[in-house]
């Protein structure tokens, strides 16, 4: 299994909820969460795996007891706001606390306004922004209650040079962004951590392979997306609180600065997607 560039935080006795994780990114999160010792809760859909959508719920489970921690296989629709709030529920039945959510369920479709169906639209403002909402005001009361916690919304920065041809997408992620901002804000000085963390480039997963979003050449494993989320757990908290960070520069609050490693294809310059002043990906161009 990969291991981190940097010690990683010791995670022992603490519980985290990570959406989507029966495949790709949150899946890859998930486990690295259990590696610095959480117990992980596994919220998506997926009970059965499927060639387009392979892994499910219960294999990411019995890879995070694999790793010597205890999981919770919670089938979820994140859509559903009585399947959230059962999801929860059921994390404080099993665990008697929530530590860590990370919100990276997420829903793509990336056209303009006047080609995205109002069902395309109403889909990703359910999955990305209602959802985030949804499990971040579940367990919210809970993290303030023991005083501690951190959200993290996989959303990007209020990069408005993201939105042209996907208008609709970036609505729906801006505004998990907006809710990591504004939570920081109103939780004021109680030590919940609120942020949002996007990746810098394209990165391996059913959805860039599914989309045809470029090849192998093009991207970064979503190790580093695992490694970002545990430099946000490390770093202290006014160095994340309230903001909308890149993977990059989360790694840099823990002093990595060489990204290399995580190309697919070594000696590669996988596509950005934000970051270095802008927008420069083909990919949102298509």
């Avoid at 999160?29 to 809760?41: F, P, Q, R």
């Avoid at 219960?58 to 296989?73: D, Y």
């Avoid at 979820?76 to 369920?105: K, P, Q, S, Y």
């Avoid at 391996?204 to 545990?230: C, V, Y």
Wanted: aromatic residues 4%; charged residues 20%.
């Amino acid at each position: 299994m990969h291991k981190p560039p940097f010690a990683p935080p010791d995670l022992h006795e603490q519980v985290a909820i990570v959406t989507g994780a029966s495949r790709g990114i949150g899946k890859v999160i998930a486990l690295a969460l259990a590696a610095a010792g959480a117990d992980v809760v596994i919220a998506a859909k997926s009970e059965q795996s499927r060639e387009r959508l392979p892994g499910n719920i219960h294999q990411t489970a019995e890879e995070v007891r694999a790793l010597g921690r205890r999981a919770l296989a919670v089938k979820t629709n994140v859509r559903n706001a009585e399947e959230v709030e059962a999801m929860v529920h059921a994390t404080l039945d099993e665990f008697g606390r929530i530590d860590i959510l990370l919100n990276n369920a997420g829903a793509m479709f990336w056209r303009p306004v006047l080609q995205t169906p109002v069902k395309r639209f109403d889909l990703m403002m359910e999955v990305n922004v209602r959802a985030a909402y949804l499990a971040t005001h579940e367990v919210l009361p809970h993290m303030l209650q023991q005083g501690s916690g951190c959200i993290v919304q996989m959303s990007p920065p209020l990069a408005l040079d993201m939105m042209a041809g996907k208008t609709p997408y970036c609505i729906s992620k801006f505004g998990m962004s907006l809710l990591a901002m504004g939570l920081a804000q109103e939780v004021g000085e109680a030590a919940v951590r609120s942020c949002a963390l996007w990746p810098s480039t394209a990165i391996e997963s059913q959805a860039t392979i599914n989309h045809g979003l470029g090849e192998p050449k093009d991207w970064r494993k979503a190790d580093i997306l695992a490694d970002a989320t545990l430099a946000l757990l490390k770093a202290p908290l006014q160095q994340v609180q309230g903001r909308c960070l890149i993977d990059e520069q989360a790694l840099a609050l823990v002093g990595v600065d060489d990204f290399a490693a995580y190309n697919c294809v070594e000696g590669a310059e996988p596509i950005r997607i934000v970051g270095d002043g802008g927008v420069q990906a083909k990919l949102w161009q298509t």
